[in-house]
Antibody, heavy 117, light 107 residues
Framework: QVQLKESGPGPVQPSETLSLTCTVS????????VNWVRQPPGKGLEWMGR???????SYNSALKSRLSISRDTSKNQVFLKMNSLQTDDTGTYYC???????????WGQGVMVTVSS | DVVLTQSPATLSVTPGERISLSCRAS??????LHWYQQKPNESPRLLIK???QSISGIPSRFSGSGSGTDFTLSINGVELEDLSIYYC?????????FGAGTKLELK
């Protein structure tokens, strides 16, 4: 069955770089896209960016200068890197499978990222 | 960016009643509007795609309607397990955006 699972470092210091991995199973990264969505504690959802099935990437302009998404299809993994972290980057980060015209049919369990000194 | 405005922010409900949640877009998104349910400490779950298309495994009491800028999620006979936050999301243009959510609470 389709599964996505995020993994990451836990607490991060301000100004450091966040590195997250989304490991997928049950589908191919060359057939489906993967998106990253985050959620600050007690707040709503924000789309961060995506890796399309063909390797193209798109980013939310609000984050574009800090964000990079890449993949390793042989390992069924998609990677998120975001630099210059601040405390308001604290939240739960989800990877999701993206379908045509941007709906997300499967979500990972999410990984909590805390930015604190 | 397309702004999605959801109303009301909170809705107090009685089990069994029929309710409607609104999502309005700042510009037309055609029918590329999707709905999600999020329960506390859980990941969001897709409820409706393309404004009105049902999703396998989602109870039939959930339905969606609308096109352009005005959309509605209806629940026909609210159950206690439906007490959650509901988000709309547009997939018409990048960046994809979400509404701020409507929280269903028990009256």
């Amino acid at each position: 069955q389709v599964q996505l699972k995020e993994s990451g470092p836990g607490p991060v210091q301000p100004s450091e770089t966040l590195s997250l991995t989304c490991t997928v199973s049950g589908f191919s990264l060359t057939s489906y896209g993967v998106n990253w969505v985050r959620q600050p504690p007690g707040k709503g959802l924000e789309w961060m960016g995506r890796m399309r099935y063909n390797g193209d990437t798109s980013y939310n302009s609000a984050l574009k200068s800090r964000l990079s998404i890449s993949r390793d299809t042989s390992k069924n993994q998609v990677f998120l890197k975001m630099n210059s972290l601040q405390t308001d980057d604290t939240g739960t980060y989800y990877c999701t499978r993206g379908l045509i015209r941007g709906y997300f049919d499967y979500w990972g369990q999410g990984v909590m990222v805390t930015v604190s000194s | 960016d397309v702004v999605l405005t959801q109303s009301p922010a909170t809705l107090s409900v009685t089990p069994g009643e029929r309710i409607s949640l609104s999502c309005r877009a700042s510009e037309s998104v055609d029918t590329y509007l999707h709905w999600y349910q999020q329960k506390p400490n859980e990941s969001p779950r897709l409820l409706i795609k393309y404004a009105s298309q049902s999703i396998s495994g989602i109870p039939s009491r959930f339905s969606g309607s609308g096109s352009g800028t005005d959309f509605t999620l209806s629940i026909n006979g609210v159950e206690l397990e439906d007490l959650s936050i509901y988000y709309c999301q547009q997939g018409n243009s990048l960046p994809y955006t979400f509404g701020a959510g409507t929280k269903l609470e028990l009256k």
